[in-house]
């Protein structure tokens, strides 16, 4: 059998078929492994499972002798670096009884009357504002995946929001553009000279593996749990890990005496005071690599000794909060961050990040 595509749900695809009967499991990728869209531990829990993943194949079509599947072609494939642009090496037919095609998701609106008014674009999806949701028919709005492609399930829960917004003032009479405020609240957390709110002490700990099902019990039923959950133990040192995300380091540059403690004690060398410059410049001066380049730096203003500035890379910061109390001058302080996200309702409402 084989499994077209390498997301989360051809992981589950290839997983179930072994628990029904199938054998044999090949999951057919298009492109190199650190391309793929699965997570890492599901790819992980398929190949102990006996699941083969095969890179760089891409299928041409379906062998079919006697109007029988026997087998599906592929092209083998080459390519450069960001696996953009590929090479052809050559077609080879790979023999299967069965293929399960897991390469994604097809909207489905048969019962939209196409004479509705409702505008329909790309991939039969209605077309959308992006902000009010609206489509090109007045009062019906879309969210989800329905309206703006795959994306995830906190997504779709933002987009009932807005949404929602916007079926209130269509309801009262309001423009459906008309959007109410986003605010946030900061409050330091600080209550002495070295007293915090919050638990700072910051834990190494790599993640813990959550304990298996044996494989000789995992294929008896296919509603067999795999994952049997943390020991007492493990639990321990996983909610240790646990990240002080709604708390928000904060950087007053007068304050600064460029002293490095907060660089020398940070954990993750998230921090850097370099001289100032172009951001492709900046990122090849920074204590630790910034290999996620999506994420912003945030760079302070000139720091009043020397005119360098304070670098941040939010991606690697875990808010322990250690910047701030090494800091003597008070410059690093560590505040509670509130987003005030308005819905549907009179008044803003107060959500922890």
């Given at each position: 059998m084989l499994i077209i595509g390498v997301g989360n749900t051809a992981m589950d695809c290839c997983r179930s078929s072994l628990r029904l009967g199938g054998a044999d499991i090949k999951v057919m990728a298009r492109r190199p492994r650190s391309f793929f869209k699965a997570s890492s531990w599901e790819l992980e829990d398929a190949e102990e499972e006996g699941v083969e993943i095969i890179v760089n194949h891409a299928p041409t079509r379906f062998v079919i002798e006697d109007g029988r599947l026997v087998g599906m072609e592929f092209q083998r494939l080459e390519w450069d670096e960001q696996a953009r642009h590929s090479t052809v090496i050559d077609t080879v037919v790979i023999p299967c009884d069965d293929v399960i095609l897991a390469i994604g998701q097809e909207n489905a609106f048969p019962w939209i009357e196409r004479d509705l008014g409702l505008e329909v674009g790309d991939w039969d999806m209605p077309v959308v504002d992006p902000v009010t949701f609206q489509s090109s028919l007045p009062g019906v709005f879309f969210g989800g995946d329905s309206a703006m492609g795959p994306k995830n399930i906190i997504w779709a829960v933002e987009h009932g929001h807005q949404a929602a917004i916007s079926i209130h003032n269509h309801c009262e009479g309001i423009p459906v553009s008309s959007r109410p405020p986003q605010g946030i609240?900061?409050?330091?957390?600080?209550?002495?000279?070295?007293?915090?709110?919050?638990?700072?002490?910051?834990?190494?700990?790599?993640?813990?593996?959550?304990?298996?099902?044996?494989?000789?019990?995992?294929?008896?039923?296919?509603?067999?749990?795999?994952?049997?959950?943390?020991?007492?133990?493990?639990?321990?040192?996983?909610?240790?890990?646990?990240?002080?995300?709604d708390i928000q380091t904060v950087f007053q540059a007068p304050l600064c005496i460029e002293c490095d403690a907060c660089i020398d004690i940070c954990p993750v060398q998230c921090l850097t005071i370099t001289e100032n410059g172009d951001e492709a410049d900046l990122r090849?001066?920074?204590?630790?690599?910034?290999?996620?380049?999506?994420?912003?730096?945030?760079?302070?203003?000139?720091?009043?000794?020397?005119?360098?500035?304070?670098?941040?890379?939010?991606?690697?910061?875990?808010?322990?909060?250690?910047c701030a109390e090494r800091c003597p001058t008070a410059a690093w302080d560590m505040q509670k961050f509130e987003l005030l996200i308005p819905l549907a309702v009179s008044t803003p409402v107060a959500v922890p990040s």
């Open positions: 609240n900061l409050v330091s957390q600080k209550m002495g000279i070295t007293e915090w709110s919050y638990h700072n002490d910051y834990n190494p700990s790599t993640r813990q593996r959550m304990q298996h099902v044996e494989l000789t019990r995992r294929f008896q039923s296919i509603g067999t749990e795999v994952e049997v959950g943390f020991s007492a133990e493990q639990t321990a040192r996983e909610v240790q890990r646990c990240l002080n995300c090849q001066r920074l204590s630790a690599p910034a290999k996620n380049l999506d994420q912003a730096l945030y760079v302070s203003a000139a720091l009043p000794q020397t005119g360098r500035v304070m670098v941040k890379d939010e991606d690697l910061c875990v808010h322990c909060g250690l």
